[in-house]
Every structure is written in structure tokens, then in C-alpha cells.
């Protein structure tokens, strides 16, 4: 593209307004972490150059915000989500893949139809469901339901297509059980698929917000999302400590995408291909 | 041959039973409760008894001004939105295509990350930017672009401008690395080549990048289309319970109004929430269709 080289102006403005959309999406970031070291009334007001407060921010979301609890309530969920998410989709997916038949493919079907049901339709019958089961305001009610993901098993349906059938054969053949097959053969060569689920799910479960406000009733129980809301709705908002939740709550987060960001984009784009 | 078959039968039965903790979950915690809601649907609630009223629920919607603005945002804000949306993340991307290359990999990070925060942060954050006395109207009212606040969480109108730029800056990144990855399949020759015949960028943006990225554009749409009709956390929390007077209530909110908040009615929030999964399914099935014709072609 000699063409746009030599067209400077051009590309002058084009970077332009790249870092224009840069600093808009950052600015937000800048300013929830300046905050944490502000006054309420100076975080609202948009001081934004770092001030003394960070300390006792930090105190008050420590103290009087539960941070550790809700910190815990909420690393402990997703983990738990990702470890079962992991055993049960992986090796629904393996199955679906590498097993065929006629009578999964139309399960496998049915599954995908379910994809279209946006999860506000199944919260009432799953909350009246959780209340007989007696299991409402227990942190089950928030993993159960998340484990089986019918777009992790697509997602990863789609990646064990990529392993090679043979190998399977070649080790049966040296008399390899098939479950000795999936754990020591094939799923250490997934490594990168499952890395990508385990991104996928971790998300949804670590930023899920309607289902945890409709089965966890009680303080103690609250995950970071819902100590946050619950914080806007006080009286008196104390902006600093709550820019300290928030920007706990969103650093795992950029951690784990800065960290595997090429997972990060594959776990997202997994629909696409 | 008989150990052919055993061997088979065998392997089969090991299919379904890679397949059966999942369909297990599934059976519970979509089959179940979707079998459920077709009795809730037609029950109407009071207090903790419930008495069969058939499409009664149904009925009762086209009485209920509250549903009827909420189905309407929803649209409003799926058509505002998504088509906004969707042009500047195809502006990014194809400005971070042609763009120099040290700068591309910072850049791309940089627009993408608003899409790792969650919706409950996006939504607090600005809420807090956008208070009356907040700081964007500081800002605005110190360099006298406004003489008073604007009230973009208080005017009906504003709240709903408020909503569309918090989904806005959360997506758009998102979408973007979706239109990148296209334009990076797309084999520059056929640029050349159209410059050779004299096109002029904007020509090529809309006779080439366009209809190849046509694709992952309605890929983009109906995804948006979905995650528009289940618009939750943010008319909830930024906006606070879709205010001010319904001017953000969406049908996610007001089903769990209607469910959790107010009068515990689980059939008519049940029956709304079908129409939700019609109008999405609609939509998205309107959608996969252009997009196999496209395919077809």
C-alpha cells in the first residue's frame, strides 16, 4: 500500500484519531485508579491527579466493605465454575467430536437451539427451583447452573476437530483405554482451547450480576459485583473505596488478558471460526 | 464381525457417556426450567397462591404502558446503537490496518480493554462520571461548552444518550478485534490491484472492505442484537432501576421488577420473558438468513 505511505497527512489524522479512541477508552481506567487515593467529593469532581487517601480507602473497603469477603465469595465461584466447567464441557465436547453418532448430533442440535434463550427467561424457574431444592442464598445455586456451557462445548467441539483422529486409533490400538486416551493424550495437547474456556468462563462467572442478585440474599454470601451495586445504593457513597472494589474487581481481569492475550481473543473469536 | 459390533457398542456407549454429566446439567438447569415456565406462564400470582388464568398474561401486556415502553427502548436502543456502534469499530479497525505497525499492537490493546471490564463496573463508573455535579459536567461548564449541568442521568432523553454511550465504550473495542481479524484475511492484492484502476480509498472502504467484511459485520450485529435485548445491569445500576420515570427500563429489568422486586407476578414476568425470547429469535433468525444468502452467493 505505497500509495497510503506517501499519503502523510493522511495517516497523520488517522492516528489521530486512533489515540483519541485510545485515551477514551482508558481514560475511565486512569480515573477509577486516581480515584482510589481521593476523597469522595474530589472523585466525583474529577480531581485527577493522585491524592492522600489511599490508605484509608483501602482501611474503610477492608473494614467496613467486607472487601476481603466479597473478594473470596467471588474468586472462590469462578474457580469453582472453571475447574467443572473445564472436566464437564471439555469432555462433552471430546465426546460429541470424537464419538460419533446420529442421536448426539440431534442432542448436539437441541443444544444449539438453546443458545438463542437469553438467561432472563430461565432466572424465574431456576429461583423457584433453587428455593425447593433449599439451596437459594448458597454459593451452589451460583455454580451449579454455570457449569455446562453449551458455547464452551461448541467452542471447544470446534477445536478437538483439529486432533487428529489417528492418534486416538494408533493408541487404541496399542490398547489404550479411551478415558486413558482423553486425559493423557488428548487433553495436554489442548492446552491452548482449554486455556481460552478457562478465560471464557472465569469472565462470566467473576462479572455475573443478575443471577447472583436473585439467589444470594444475604450479606455475608455477596460477590464483588454485588457488594459494588450495593454500595451505590447507600445513602452516602463513599466514591474512594468503592473505586478500591472496582478496581480489585477488574484487575484478575487485566492480569489474566494481558497475560494470555492471545487465549484471551481466541476465546472470543472461538464463535467466529 | 461380532467383535466389530461389540467393539462399536462399546464405543458408543463411551460417547454418551463423555456427554452425560453435561446433558445432566443441561437437563436440570435448561430443560427443566424451561418445561416449567410453559405452567408458569399461564398462572397469575397472589401472595403465595396462583390461579390459572391461560393467555391471560398475554392480555394483560397489551394493557401495560410500563411493558410497552420497555419493549420500545430496547428497540430504540438496538437501533441507535448497533448501527453507531458497529460504524466506528469498523473505522478503527481499518484505521489500525492500513496505520503504522510499531503502533498497532499498543492501539488495539488500548481500545480493547473497556471489553474486560464488567458491566457492573462500566455501569458505576459512569454513573459517577456523569452525576449532575460529576465530573464530565464540570468539565464541560468550566470550558463553557454548557451554561447548566446536563442532566444525564435525571432527563428522560439524556438518560437514554447516557446508556447508548456506556454500552458504546464497552463494545466498540470488542467489535473492533472482530472487524480486525477480517481485514487481516483479506489478501491486499485485491487493493492493488483496485488502485491500479484509480479507486480511491473511500471507494475501496465501500466496494471491497465492506462486502468482505459483510460476514463478521452481521455476525457483529446479531450478537449486539442479543446482548441489546437482555440490557440489564446497566439501565439497573447506572441509570438505577431504569429510571428516571421508565425512560431506560428494558424488558430484562422490568421481567426481574416484576419477578423479584415488586409483586413476585412469576407467570406475567414468565410470559413477558417470552416475548423477549421471541423477539430475539426473531431477529437472529432474520439475520442468519441474510447472512446464508451472503454465504450462498
Redesign the interface.
Known amino acids: 500500500?505505497s500509495?497510503?505511505r506517501s499519503w502523510s497527512t493522511?495517516?497523520a489524522l488517522?492516528?489521530i484519531?486512533?489515540?483519541f479512541?485510545?485515551i477514551?477508552?482508558?481514560f475511565?481506567?486512569y480515573?477509577?485508579i486516581v480515584g482510589t487515593s481521593l476523597n469522595p467529593n474530589d472523585?466525583?469532581?474529577?480531581v485527577l491527579l493522585p491524592g492522600k487517601e489511599l490508605v484509608s480507602n483501602f482501611a474503610k473497603a477492608m473494614k467496613y466493605y467486607n472487601l476481603p469477603l466479597y473478594f473470596w465469595n467471588s474468586i472462590k465461584i469462578a474457580l469453582l465454575t472453571v475447574a467443572f466447567g473445564l472436566?464437564?464441557?471439555g469432555?462433552?465436547a471430546?465426546?460429541?467430536e470424537?464419538?460419533?453418532?446420529k442421536a448426539?448430533d440431534k442432542?448436539f442440535g437441541v443444544?444449539l437451539l438453546?443458545l438463542?434463550?437469553?438467561?432472563?427467561?430461565?432466572?424465574?424457574?431456576?429461583?423457584?427451583?433453587f428455593a425447593f431444592l433449599k439451596l437459594l442464598d448458597k454459593h451452589a445455586a451460583i455454580i451449579?447452573?454455570s457449569?455446562?456451557s453449551?458455547f464452551i462445548?461448541f467452542f471447544m467441539r470446534q477445536n478437538f476437530k483439529m486432533f487428529p483422529t489417528e492418534i486416538i486409533e494408533a493408541a487404541r490400538v496399542d490398547g489404550a483405554g479411551?478415558?486413558g486416551i482423553?486425559v493423557r493424550i488428548v487433553t495436554p495437547s489442548m492446552k491452548a482451547t482449554y486455556a481460552s474456556a478457562a478465560i471464557y468462563l472465569f469472565?462470566a462467572q467473576?462479572?455475573a450480576?443478575?443471577w447472583p442478585?436473585?439467589a444470594l440474599l444475604s450479606d455475608a454470601k455477596k460477590t464483588l459485583?454485588l457488594a459494588?451495586?450495593s454500595m451505590?445504593s447507600a445513602y452516602t457513597i463513599e466514591?474512594g473505596s468503592?473505586m478500591v472494589l472496582?478496581c480489585i474487581?477488574?484487575l484478575p481481569?487485566?492480569v489474566l488478558?494481558l497475560s494470555m492475550?492471545k487465549q484471551f481473543?481466541a476465546g472470543?473469536?472461538g464463535?467466529?471460526k | 464381525m461380532q467383535t466389530t459390533t461389540t467393539f462399536h457398542r462399546y464405543l458408543n456407549r463411551f460417547g454418551w457417556l463423555c456427554v452425560a454429566p453435561a446433558m445432566a446439567l443441561f437437563a436440570a438447569f435448561m430443560a427443566y426450567p424451561i418445561l416449567m415456565s410453559l405452567y408458569y406462564v399461564t398462572r397469575r400470582w397472589k401472595g403465595m397462591t396462583n390461579t390459572f388464568i391461560g393467555l391471560g398474561n398475554f392480555v394483560r401486556m397489551a394493557h401495560d404502558k410500563v411493558f410497552q415502553q420497555a419493549l420500545g427502548n430496547n428497540f430504540i436502543f438496538m437501533v441507535i446503537q448497533i448501527p453507531i456502534m458497529i460504524f466506528l469499530a469498523l473505522i478503527l479497525a481499518v484505521l489500525l490496518n492500513q496505520g503504522i505497525k510499531r503502533m498497532r499492537g499498543p492501539l488495539r490493546l488500548a481500545i480493547f480493554l473497556p471489553a474486560v471490564t464488567s458491566l457492573v463496573v462500566v455501569s458505576i463508573l459512569f454513573r459517577v462520571l456523569l452525576q449532575s455535579n460529576g465530573m464530565l459536567n464540570n468539565i464541560l461548564l468550566s470550558s463553557g461548552a454548557i451554561k447548566e449541568p446536563i442532566g444525564w442521568l435525571t432527563d428522560p432523553i439524556m438518560a437514554k444518550v447516557t446508556i447508548m454511550i456506556a454500552i458504546t465504550w464497552r463494545w466498540t473495542g470488542y467489535n473492533m478485534v472482530f472487524f480486525l481479524v477480517g481485514l487481516q484475511s483479506i489478501d491486499p492484492e485485491i487493493y492493488e490491484a483496485s488502485e491500479v484502476d484509480g479507486a480511491s480509498k473511500m471507494r475501496q472502504f465501500l466496494t471491497i472492505t465492506i462486502p468482505l467484511l459483510m460476514p463478521i459485520i452481521l455476525f457483529s450485529a446479531i450478537t449486539s442484537t442479543s446482548g441489546t435485548m437482555q440490557l440489564f445491569d446497566e439501565p439497573n445500576i447506572l441509570t438505577v432501576q431504569g429510571g428516571p420515570f421508565n425512560a431506560t427500563m428494558t424488558m430484562a429489568l422490568y421481567i426481574y421488577r416484576q419477578a423479584f422486586y415488586m409483586n413476585n407476578d412469576f407467570g406475567y414476568a414468565t410470559a413477558m420473558s417470552y416475548v423477549v425470547v421471541l423477539v430475539a429469535g426473531t431477529l437472529a433468525y432474520i439475520q442468519m438468513r441474510l447472512l446464508g444468502e451472503r454465504r450462498a452467493k
Open positions: 500500500m500509495v497510503v493522511g495517516r488517522s492516528l484519531v486512533l489515540l479512541a485510545a477514551l477508552s482508558l475511565p481506567f480515573w477509577m472523585v466525583l469532581k474529577g472436566a464437564v464441557n469432555l462433552a471430546y465426546g460429541f470424537k464419538y460419533p453418532s448426539r442432542v443444544l438453546t438463542i434463550i437469553p438467561q432472563i427467561a430461565l432466572v424465574i424457574p431456576m429461583f423457584r427451583m451449579l447452573p457449569i455446562m453449551v462445548i479411551e478415558m482423553f469472565l467473576w462479572n450480576y443478575l442478585l436473585i459485583p459494588m451495586a451505590m466514591y468503592l472496582a474487581s477488574v481481569v487485566l488478558f492475550q481473543v472470543l473469536l464463535s467466529v
